[in-house]
């Protein structure tokens, strides 16, 4: 006997960075995506014009794993769920975090989408710049269940001190 397929179909995006990737799932929820594949946003209200939604690929839930893409995102997910910090940012409305790289430190602050809405660049020169998401050409959105985020965690007056004596990013300094 076969299970019936469910009856909402969502729109899942995967970022690539100067684009985006589109598949309308058939699922249960929103959650049961993304608790099932790694990295992608997932949209329960979203509307394309009907050209565009004749050229995105349709998946079935259950098909998902056997995917060229969303395949091997399954597979990332089920190896992040054994791990400490699996989904401890997920629905805890905003967080914040610190990330390094090249020296450099990134306190964002993070909405319950992922989505960065603020960041303090601390240079590796003690010089610190404070950005919006206005400023923002590519911002693709954390996936909140990675568990390498709840590593990243900071308290929020630690970013609030950070944004205080950050001064605005003039934007040109590359």
Do not use: K
């Not at 397929?5 to 995006?13: E, I, K, M």
């Not at 995506?33 to 939604?53: H, K, M, N, P, Q």
């Not at 967080?95 to 303090?120: C, F, K, N, S």
């Amino acid at each position: 006997m076969s299970t019936p397929r469910p009856t909402r179909r969502f729109l899942v995006s995967l970022d690539a960075g100067m684009s985006t990737v589109l598949w309308w799932v058939w699922a249960d929820s929103a959650t049961r995506i993304r608790e099932t594949v790694a990295e992608v946003g997932v949209r329960a209200d979203a509307a394309l014009t009907e050209a565009s939604a004749e050229q995105v690929e349709v998946v079935e839930f259950d098909a998902i794993g056997d995917h060229d893409i969303l395949g091997p995102l399954c597979r990332q997910r089920q190896e992040q769920r054994q791990q400490a910090g699996f989904g401890a940012l997920v629905g805890r409305g905003v967080v914040y975090l610190r990330m390094e790289h090249d020296g450099d430190a990134y306190l964002m602050e993070i909405d319950p989408d992922g989505t960065r809405t603020r960041q303090v660049e601390v240079t590796d020169t003690g010089e610190s710049y404070r950005t919006t998401e206005a400023d923002y050409v590519f911002n693709p959105p954390l996936d909140l269940y990675d568990p390498q985020y709840a590593l990243m965690e900071i308290e929020v007056a630690v970013f609030d001190q950070a944004w205080a004596v950050a001064v605005p990013d003039p934007g040109d300094r590359f």
